[in-house]
């Protein structure tokens, strides 16, 4: 299995005032293409800032982030914000949506930022819309569409770029269980049978339940690693 994300000694710490918070603690992490790894740990343990610092929204206090090999640590903050748009889908856990879009709209909208042409866009869009099961909804703002609506919609935005690897954020805390389990079929499928990459920060036992791994987190710090079969 090639090797899409490692991390070396991951460091990151926040200065608050006149105390500092090591959030990420000499992390070295490994992530497979095609893996369906979940990050947990309890609130604070620093899982949605290795997050952000993997997918370059957030720097490293010292350490070593590569992605394919590139070591996106050196990147200057336009390098990184090319790579990104290139490499890197988000969801997160409050959608990101933008409100004055359509859904097709926001979908489109990192393709229109990666020049591609009105067809290839106006395909790629409809094809993801079709996948995530809101064809019918491709004209509705995201003030009419529901929760489970707009995390899948999101889901088909992060996907659009056909980036190398997904994060997801605490995808499913906003919605009910019956959107959470639509949503987390979509991304398992999109994940067996399109080999897509999925790395996630999460609470919730449904996510951990699916994932192929579980990497657990305390106080910035990888305490354990397991296997689901």
């Known amino acids: 299995m090639a090797i899409i994300i490692e991390t070396k ?21 490994k992530i497979g293409s095609g893996e369906f790894t979940a990050i947990v740990g309890p609130s604070g343990s620093g899982k949605t800032t290795l ?9 490293p206090t010292s350490g070593k982030i590569f992605i394919d090999g590139k070591d996106i640590s050196i990147l200057s903050q336009k390098q990184m914000t090319d790579f990104r748009l290139q490499n890197i889908g988000f969801v997160f856990q409050a959608y990101n949506l933008i409100p004055v879009l359509t859904a097709k709209e926001n979908v489109s909208f990192v393709m229109e930022l990666q020049n591609r042409s009105k067809n290839q866009i106006d395909s790629r869009a409809n094809e993801l819309l079709t996948a995530v099961g809101l064809i019918e909804r491709a004209d509705s703002r995201p003030s009419k569409l529901s929760g489970g609506q707009q995390q899948r919609i ?5 996907l659009a770029s056909k980036p190398r690897f997904i994060l997801a954020d605490e ?9 959470a389990e639509n949503l987390l ?25 699916k994932a192929h791994r579980i990497v657990t987190l305390e106080d910035g710090k990888i305490v354990s690693e397991s296997i689901n079969s």
């Open 51 to 59: 997050l952000n610092l993997i997918g370059g929204l957030d720097t």
């Open 171 to 179: 995808p499913t805390a906003n919605l009910d269980s019956k959107a």
């Open 154 to 158: 999101a889901v088909a935005r992060a």
């Open 185 to 209: 079929d979509i991304m398992e499928h999109l994940n067996k049978d399109e080999n897509i990459t999925f790395v996630f920060s999460t609470h919730d036992p449904r996510i951990m339940a």
């Open 9 to 29: 000694n991951l460091v990151k710490i926040f200065k608050e005032t006149a105390q500092e918070v090591c959030a990420v603690n000499d992390v070295n992490l």
